[in-house]
């Protein structure tokens, strides 16, 4: 069974940090790609960041380009969202997502975590 558990999310003021992870578990890890995505009330999931799991290639929105970096621990089946200079807009759900292949439409990941909850306060 496919498995995606993300953890690290929390309060934190504007300007702070944080550290997301998403632990996968139940297929292999190394055939597939991980994105992030959020989602803020009321709003639609939007594309954060995508790691390709074949050369490492990464990919931002341009909202989060500079100030996030998505990187993986094979080992640890585990992929990351380090989270530097967070403003207020950057709040909502974080979820990661499985696919073949990186893309920023949500439609071709075909397995979600239950997300975690990034609040950013002013």
């Known amino acids: 069974e496919v498995q995606l558990v993300e953890s690290g999310g929390g309060l934190v003021q504007a300007g702070g940090s944080l550290r997301l992870s998403c632990a996968a578990s139940?297929?292999?890890?190394?055939?597939?790609?991980i994105g992030w995505f959020r989602q803020a009330p009321g709003k639609e999931r939007d594309w954060v960041s995508c790691i390709s799991s074949s050369d490492g290639s990464t990919y931002y929105a341009d909202s989060v380009k500079g100030r996030f970096t998505i990187s993986s621990d094979n080992a640890k089946n585990t992929v990351y969202l380090q989270m530097n200079r967070l403003k207020p807009e950057d709040t909502a759900v974080y979820y990661c997502a499985l696919a073949g292949y990186c893309s920023s439409d949500s439609l071709i990941f075909g397995s979600w975590g239950q997300g975690t909850q990034v609040t950013v306060s002013s």
């Open positions: 139940g297929f292999t890890f190394d055939d597939h790609d």
